[in-house]
């Protein structure tokens, strides 16, 4: 009887133990004193070619908001945003309590701005550090750009002085972020920053070389995984790569494919109506294309525009623009954006007949030398 007893207190004990045991979880709690009413969205952005909504709620008739949930089981990069504004922050969960305390701003007496005050964790904290790094670096060297750019117009320096010290500054930014990058080599905050700061936009042996530095931990974790996929992506999309296929509508209401193309030579001109240096390029393209498409050029024009009638009316009033044309019409989520990893416009993509890209950014003088040699001819 007694052993019996024994039994049953262990097990009384172990039944209370483990309902005291909470199950990790994260927990967003809020203040929004002047937002009573308003819609706030929080998002998984760890892919940004896959942001999923999280969750969603209003804040409360005292100012107050709480998200919570059960554990990612990793370190989370999520966004929390105000609906219906472009106020909203980014911030590096984890299975602890963050406080965020969102505050309204008089601008001017027709603008008022939020901001995001958040209790950062360790990695969050580091996160923020970084990309404050980030904007302070790429200020100085837009300062130092722009200095030139001027010496440039004033003829104090030719134009292949500008390049090339344009080119040393580009070169002296990386590597900057590289030194300070590899102080955190096994950090989720630097993997988030390759992946937001670098992915796409940086040179690809930089990229690389930056996660190369990460330790083993952080590239095998869930949160990299977005980092080595597109990394396939881009080596598919410079030169060298063959690039998967995409289809977006043509501007005849039909559909028009990258493989559509394959045997002959094909540039892409990616473009859009509110990118000046894309219509002051585009008679070039139109100079190119009279030249060469009779040679065996297809020129395919890829219009990033959201609006289809300014994306039409602009064709139609420019009736020298006769090669072919295509939009997705959603900006920067058309798939020949994720395809060929374009961040900035105008974008020239050289593709032979094989489907091999063969040259990128390419302008001028220098895109048709390229062209003649693709095409053998003089």
């Known amino acids: 009887m007694k052993k019996t007893k024994t039994i049953t207190i262990i097990l009384l004990i172990a039944l209370l133990f483990s309902c005291n045991q909470k199950t990790p979880q994260y927990t967003i709690n809020g203040i929004f004193k002047d937002g009573i009413g308003e819609l706030l969205i929080l998002e998984d952005v760890s892919d940004k070619y896959s942001i999923k909504t999280i969750d969603s709620m209003r804040v409360d008739a005292n100012g107050n908001f709480s998200f919570s949930g059960p554990s990612f089981g990793e370190i989370k990069e999520v966004r929390l945003s105000i609906a219906g504004t472009r106020f909203k922050d980014e911030i590096l969960i984890e299975d602890t309590i963050v406080n965020v305390n969102i505050i309204q701003k008089v601008i001017t007496e027709k603008y008022t701005k939020s901001i995001f005050k958040v209790e950062r964790s360790k990695e969050d904290a580091l996160y923020a550090k970084l990309k404050a790094n980030y904007k302070e670096r790429r200020n100085i060297w837009g300062g130092k750009t722009n200095k030139l750019v001027v010496a440039n117009k004033k003829e104090e320096i030719g134009d292949e002085e500008l390049a090339k010290a344009c080119e040393k500054l580009d070169v002296d930014f990386i590597t900057e972020m590289l030194d300070t990058l590899s102080n955190y080599p096994n950090n989720y905050a630097t993997a988030f920053y390759i992946k937001n700061y670098m992915l796409g936009y940086d040179p690809l042996p930089s990229v690389e070389e930056a996660f190369s530095n990460l330790t ?87 219009s990033y525009d959201r609006k289809e009638t300014k994306w039409r009316n602009f064709l139609k009033k420019n009736e020298y623009v006769v090669w072919d044309q295509a ?8 798939p020949s954006a994720k395809v060929f990893a374009v961040n900035t416009i105008p974008e020239t993509i050289l593709i032979d007949k094989n489907g091999v890209i063969v040259a990128r950014g390419l302008k001028g003088d220098k895109l048709k030398t390229k062209i003649k040699e693709i095409l053998a001819v003089e």
């Open 327 to 334: 939009s997705s019409l959603k900006e920067w989520n058309c």
């Open 216 to 302: 083993d931990n952080i590239k095998n974790s869930k949160e990299a995984t977005p980092i080595t996929s597109r990394l396939e992506v881009i080596k598919r999309s410079f030169v060298g790569g063959t690039p998967d296929d995409f289809s977006i509508p043509s501007l005849d209401g039909g559909e028009t494919s990258l493989y559509q193309y394959r045997g002959k030579v094909l540039l892409i001109d990616c473009w859009a109506t509110w990118c000046g240096p894309c219509i002051k390029e585009m008679p070039h393209i139109g100079e190119i294309y009279n030249e060469f498409h009779p040679k065996g050029l297809e020129v395919l024009g890829i």
